[in-house]
């Protein structure tokens, strides 16, 4: 097993990029609750701690609710200008002692598939504001293709970015919600889910419009499931038994530690109705 041996801490978010320019292999720290993690994967050899580089916080104004990259769960969960979807899925990260620790910059960039953040995130349309070695200025771009690009630099090895801030748009009529299920309370997520959506007129039934669907733990990252999405736009939601039966079959899961993807294909099913028949106004506040 690798320990580390080069460490760098970095004041601001140029100083880390200076740093990642002279070693373009070492590792971005952010809490440390995964890369440090104990669980007999290498280490890497070389990091840079980013502790001091990221922003910190939550502000909302007007209809933006701009997270810094370096907030922790635990903030995010106390905070009063975060909508409770987001709070929930804050406080879905395992137990307190990590939410102290882990960052939300952190937990996106690592974009595993049982990320507690990406899946409302995603589904809310949310923007990231990020710096590269190649572009230190500032660029905003949405979360979702920004996961695509560093995972498409990440199988190359040349991923520098480093994520400054998440900006989630809180629209008014928008409502949302988040569901995990977890072996155990102090439990990463097995599965994840989050939908958001408007409704319209109820001269048209109630139907659902604008609807975004993101689900994590079925593979590899969590993501988007437009598929799914099309079951249901444009119509009045059915009742809780003929959604889990149209959404199970699209569903494509793999087998691992966690569970089977047959459970998962079932237990998906039953999280995706839980957050589209349960979401709640996003817009809390006048």
Excluded: H
């Excluded at 109820?202 to 437009?226: D, V």
């Amino acid at each position: 097993m690798t320990k580390v041996a080069r460490y760098v801490k970095a004041a601001s978010a140029a100083e880390a990029l200076e740093a990642k320019r002279a070693d373009p292999s070492a590792a971005y720290l952010a809490g440390g609750t995964y890369v440090l993690a104990g669980d007999g994967r290498d280490k890497p050899e070389s990091v840079i701690d980013l502790g001091a580089a990221l922003p910190r916080g939550l502000a909302l104004e007007g209809a933006v609710l701009t997270i810094g990259a370096g907030t922790t769960f635990q903030e995010i969960a106390e905070s009063k200008d975060a909508p409770s979807c987001i709070v929930e899925a804050a406080l879905s990260m395992v137990n307190r002692n990590t939410r102290n620790r882990g960052t939300l910059g952190g937990n996106l960039g690592a974009d595993k598939s049982c990320s507690s953040m990406l899946p409302i995130l995603i589904a809310l349309e949310a923007e990231v504001e990020v710096v590269s070695t190649s572009s230190p200025q500032p660029r905003r771009i949405e979360l979702e293709a920004w996961l695509r690009a560093r995972a498409e630099s990440m199988a190359t090895a040349r991923a520098s970015d480093i994520l400054l801030r998440v900006l989630v748009p809180i629209k008014e009529g928008r409502r949302a919600a988040y569901r995990r299920w977890n072996r155990v309370s102090c439990d990463l997520s097995v599965l994840g889910a989050a939908a958001a959506y408007e409704l319209e007129s109820p001269l048209k039934g109630e139907a659902i419009t604008r609807l975004r669907i993101a689900l994590g733990g079925l593979g590899p990252n969590a993501r988007r499931f437009p598929a799914l999405e099309a079951l249901f736009q444009g119509k009045p939601l059915p009742p809780r038994e003929d959604i889990e039966a149209a959404a199970a079959p699209l569903l494509r899961p793999v087998d691992d530690l966690r569970a089977s993807a047959a459970f998962k294909r079932l237990r998906g099913a039953q999280l995706l109705a839980d957050a589209l028949l349960e979401a709640a106004p996003v817009r809390t506040v006048p």
